[in-house]
C-alpha cells in the first residue's frame, strides 16, 4: 500500500512537473513572437513530434518554432515515409467546423437533381474566381444542395450587389445571372432588409481569408476554386 501511495505522489510530482514546464516553454514562445507577428495574437502553441518543433498557430494559420522563439518556420511538414503533407492535415483538422451549425437560412438555396449531396460556399460578387467556379464546375455539377452565402470583403460595392440579389423576387436567379452573365438585377428598395453584415461577422469567425470557400458536411473545407474532378471526387469521400 504503501508503495503505491509513493508510487502515485511521484507520477503526481512528475505530471505536475511537466505541465509547469510545457507552461514556462509556452509562456517563453509567445513573448518571444507575439511582438514580431504585426498586431496578430498567437491562439495556442503545441509541441510536436518534428524533431523538437513547437506548433504555433496565428489567425488559422499553422508556423513552427523552436524551444526559445528564437526561429520562425514558415512552410509545410510533410511525412518523407507516407508522403503525406502533415501541417495541411494538421490545418484541417483544426479548421474544421460544424456544418449543421451554419445559420443557412442566410444563404441561396440552389438544387440541382436530388438535392442530396449538400454543400455550403462563401462568395463575393466581385470576386473574379468565384465567377469562374459559377460558370463551370458549380453549374455542370448535378445532385447537389448549394447554399451560397454572400460574403463580401473585396470592396463596399459587393455590399451594394448582394443587397440588390438578396432583395430580388428570385435571387439564385438573380445570383446566377450576375455570376454567369454578369447581369445586375434592379437596385434594392432602401428598406430591404440583408444578412450582409451577420455573413460578414460569421465568415471572420470562421477565419474565411479569401473567396470561393466550399464547405462540405464533413467540417471540412476547400479555399479556393475547385474543378469538376476535384469537387467530385470530394463528394465521393464522404459517402
Not at 440579389?165 to 447581369?183: Q, S, T
Not at 469567425?205 to 479569401?210: A, E, V
Request: charged fraction near 25%; include cysteine.
Amino acid at each position: 500500500m504503501l508503495k503505491t501511495k509513493v508510487a502515485v505522489l511521484l507520477a503526481t510530482g512528475l505530471l505536475a512537473s511537466c505541465v509547469e514546464a510545457q507552461t514556462n516553454t509556452e509562456a517563453t514562445i509567445k513573448k518571444a513572437l507575439e511582438p514580431r507577428l504585426g498586431g496578430a495574437k498567437i491562439e495556442s502553441i503545441r509541441e510536436t513530434p518534428y524533431s523538437g518543433l513547437y506548433e504555433v498557430r496565428v489567425a488559422g494559420d499553422i508556423l513552427y518554432t523552436d524551444k526559445k522563439g528564437d526561429y520562425l518556420f514558415i512552410g509545410h511538414v510533410y511525412d518523407t515515409k507516407t508522403s503525406t503533407n502533415l501541417t495541411r492535415a494538421r490545418v484541417e483538422e483544426i479548421n474544421k467546423i460544424k456544418f449543421t451549425d451554419l445559420p443557412l437560412e442566410m444563404a441561396l438555396k440552389q438544387v440541382k437533381g436530388n438535392g442530396k449531396r449538400v454543400i455550403a460556399v462563401f462568395e463575393d460578387p466581385n470576386c473574379g474566381y468565384c465567377k469562374r467556379l459559377r460558370q463551370t464546375t458549380l453549374k455542370e455539377i448535378d445532385n447537389v444542395t448549394i447554399y451560397t452565402f454572400m460574403y463580401n470583403i473585396l470592396s463596399e460595392d459587393s455590399f451594394v450587389k448582394s443587397k440588390n440579389i438578396w432583395c430580388a423576387p428570385d435571387r439564385v436567379k438573380a445570383w446566377d445571372d450576375w455570376m454567369i452573365n454578369g447581369k445586375l438585377p434592379p437596385t434594392a428598395p432602401a428598406a430591404c432588409d440583408t444578412p450582409n453584415e451577420k455573413v460578414a461577422a460569421l465568415g471572420q469567425k470562421l477565419k474565411i481569408q479569401g473567396t470561393p470557400a466550399i464547405f462540405f458536411t464533413d467540417g471540412s473545407r476547400i479555399p479556393g476554386a475547385i474543378d469538376m474532378k476535384g469537387l467530385e471526387a470530394k463528394l465521393q469521400s464522404l459517402k
